[in-house]
Nanobody, 121 residues
Framework: QAQPVESGGGSVQAGGSLRLSCIVSGFTSDGSDVGWYRQRPGNECELVSTLSSDGRAYYRDSVKGRFTISPDNAKTTVYLQMNSLKPEDAAVYYC???????????????WGQGTQVTVSS
């Protein structure tokens, strides 16, 4: 499996929106889950959202109703649309992929390049 490639981070004011992108070619064909973790300064890595290959989505409570995870039609890219951003959403966001269903929820560390999201109040 190729390492996911994230993009789309940036700086916005509170209440603004950003869309993160993650290139994960073939994730539905091999049954992989795809998700986003984030790590805020001084905090542990935390799971934000996941999407299973059969389309089931998960969101942590603090982002429900504001964030949406979705694939493109070709199932090569997974997006995280983030609306009504809050200063506490500011973090480095990491896209992850795992071929074992559900294992994606058990990660305890973030890795990869990540993409920075900054939210000013």
């Amino acid at each position: 499996q190729a390492q996911p490639v994230e993009s789309g981070g940036g700086s916005v004011q509170a209440g603004g929106s950003l869309r993160l992108s993650c290139i994960v070619s073939g994730f539905t064909s091999d049954g992989s889950d795809v998700g986003w973790y984030r790590q805020r300064p001084g905090n542990e890595c935390e799971l934000v959202s996941t999407l299973s290959s059969d389309g089931r989505a998960y969101y942590r409570d603090s982002v429900k109703g504001r964030f949406t995870i979705s694939p493109d039609n070709a199932k090569t890219t997974v997006y995280l649309q983030m609306n009504s951003l809050k200063p506490e959403d500011a973090a480095v966001y990491y896209c992850v992929r795992d071929s074992v269903p559900g294992r994606l929820h058990q990660y305890t560390a973030c890795w990869g390049q990540g993409t920075q999201v900054t939210v000013s109040s």
